[in-house]
């Protein structure tokens, strides 16, 4: 498996601070290894929300909110627009205090984009 790659403190929002990260996959077991490799930072651990998407060309997308509703789905959006399969995206987010509303959407979005941005050369 590809070394997950992080991008930690890309922006934020009200106080809300965001990450991403992502690595190429090609099954759910190799998802979950992903997700607990992160996870190991305590950074990442203690976040209020871990969303990630994924479309594997066996089984599909898979998505998990994290208590971000909706979350994985903009993921999945994003990665199929870009037709890029068997690729994990997590969007990390730790709550600043303030509702963002409907922007949390914009958000996820911009951390998808700046992952696909950095690892452009990965396609």
């Known amino acids: 498996m590809t070394a997950l790659r992080i991008y930690d403190g890309i922006f934020s929002d009200r106080g809300s601070k965001y990450a991403v990260a992502g690595a190429p996959v090609r099954s759910k077991a190799e998802i979950d290894a992903c997700l607990k490799e992160l996870k190991r930072h305590k950074k990442f651990a203690k976040a209020t929300h871990n969303s990630w998407g994924c479309t594997l060309s066996e089984q599909g997308p898979i998505k998990h909110d994290d208590g971000e509703t909706g979350a994985g789905m903009v993921i999945i ?3 199929e627009r870009e ?4 690729h994990l995206i997590i969007v990390t987010r730790w709550f600043g205090g303030t509702k963002i509303g409907g922007d949390r959407f914009r958000r996820i979005q911009d951390a998808v984009r700046h992952y696909l ?3 452009e050369t990965l396609r």
Do not use: N
């Not at 037709?83 to 068997?86: H, P």
């Open 83 to 86: 037709a890029l399969q068997d």
């Open 77 to 79: 959006r994003m990665l």
């Open 117 to 119: 941005d950095e690892t």
